[in-house]
């Protein structure tokens, strides 16, 4: 290079999957070579389902037509926002306006940097869960804001410990990101803990983020942080058709909260942009009338999986919680493995069972230090997968 890149990017590393990825590809052309069946790959939360049918339809029908391949609304169309609004009021008992509190994102990834582009300046502080996305770090790196990482551990469920939040030191803290069911972790929020947190956020002027994306994922009660009162004066959530109507490809998101927040927002996607093709919000749409009976079919074959995935993690001696929400199982392996050459005891296991079983677990040490006693297992591979990446867990671990 001729120049150097910005300061900015000494701060990050390339995404862990993005690395991992080319690594699985490089390890399945060797495997190929030698006659050998590709690699399982259990890590990213990608859902390996069909989006609803009428989604599809309405896709295929309206791309065809004229008129709908230029630019868009940076807003997006009104029917979309619409659909939008009476989504979060149907299950979320949430009222939003469609008019200004809705900004569709390209999904709920790109959201996370725009929120964090549009209130953080250098030196604010962010408050970030760990175990937790590591994009919420990532982001906050980016803008040059000082990541502050508060904990999350298996004995208080996964949830903020609130006392310990409130005995630090909070001068210069000017946001805050949750996300239930959390993902690694799987924890589930409930009514009180949204209260909570709302209460927290309003009482030291700190903007509270909640990213939502897996609330109807093995879970039968999805909650909004939107759906306390008041809430809105100092929280924002994002959400997304990624997960819950398996359609992460289409990268179809959004972000809701109060008018003023949406409008700064705007400011800075519609310099990024410039709005989402017109055939896709047609097929969110669609998506977005799905009923119960959408959510409780995806839910009985993500439980089955799931039943699968435990049992992996009993052969490997981790303990996990069989009633966690959210698209993942998060397993504490036994004392007894130990991290070897600078790497996590997540991490020797991982690499030993893609090297040695041909299997890929993500090590939890990427969702921060609370993870690296951890593995985590996607729930996107059906169950015959699993059930044959369980038996070259065994085969493996039967040689050692």
């Known amino acids: 290079m001729i120049i150097k890149p910005a300061r900015r990017t000494e701060s990050v590393k390339e995404y862990f999957f993005s690395i991992k990825n080319r690594e699985i590809a490089k390890l399945n052309a060797e495997r190929k070579d030698r006659g050998e069946e590709p690699v399982i790959n259990l890590g990213i939360g990608s859902p390996d389902g069909t989006p609803p049918r009428a989604a ?112 630090m030191d909070l001068t210069g803290v000017k946001m805050m990101w949750t996300n239930y069911p959390g993902m690694p972790t799987g924890a589930r929020a409930t009514r009180a803990l949204y209260e909570k947190i709302a209460d927290f956020g309003r009482r030291h002027g700190i903007l509270v983020i909640n990213d939502n994306p897996y609330s109807f994922i093995r879970n039968e009660e999805p909650l909004s942080l939107l759906a306390v009162p008041g809430a809105k004066e100092c929280c924002l959530e994002m959400n997304s058709l990624s997960k819950a109507h398996n359609m992460a490809g289409w990268r179809i998101g959004m972000v809701a909260g109060e008018a003023d927040y949406i409008k700064e927002i705007l400011k800075v996607k519609s310099q990024m942009d410039s709005g989402m093709f017109k055939p896709l919000q047609f097929a969110a749409i669609e998506a977005l009338k799905q009923g119960p009976e959408w959510f409780s079919t995806l839910n009985q074959e993500y439980r089955r999986r799931a039943v699968v995935a435990g049992r992996i993690m009993e052969e490997l001696g981790a303990e996990y919680d069989p009633d966690s929400a959210g698209l993942f199982v998060f397993g504490k392996l036994p004392a007894s493995v130990k991290g070897e050459d600078g790497k996590t005891p997540g991490e020797v296991v991982s690499n030993a069972l893609l090297y040695g079983a041909g299997v890929f677990i993500t090590p939890g040490f990427i969702f921060g230090k609370n993870g690296n006693d951890y593995i985590r297992i996607s729930l996107c591979a059906p169950v015959p997968v699993l059930e044959k990446a369980l038996e070259k867990v065994k085969a493996y671990l039967a040689k050692q």
């Open 56 to 167: 599809l339809n309405a896709v295929a029908k309206t791309a065809v037509l004229d008129g709908v391949h230029g630019y868009q609304s940076y807003t997006g169309i009104p029917e979309f926002r619409r659909a939008l609004a009476d989504w979060y009021a149907r299950y979320y008992g949430v009222q939003l306006d469609p008019a200004c509190e809705i900004q569709p994102l390209t999904g709920s990834k790109e959201g996370i940097l725009l929120i964090s582009m549009t209130f953080l300046n250098a030196g604010d502080k962010v408050l970030v869960p760990d175990p937790g996305y590591p994009t919420y770090t990532s982001a906050s790196q980016m803008v040059e804001a000082q990541v502050i990482k508060y904990d999350l551990v298996a004995e208080k469920g996964w949830t903020p410990d609130f006392d310990a939040l409130e005995a």
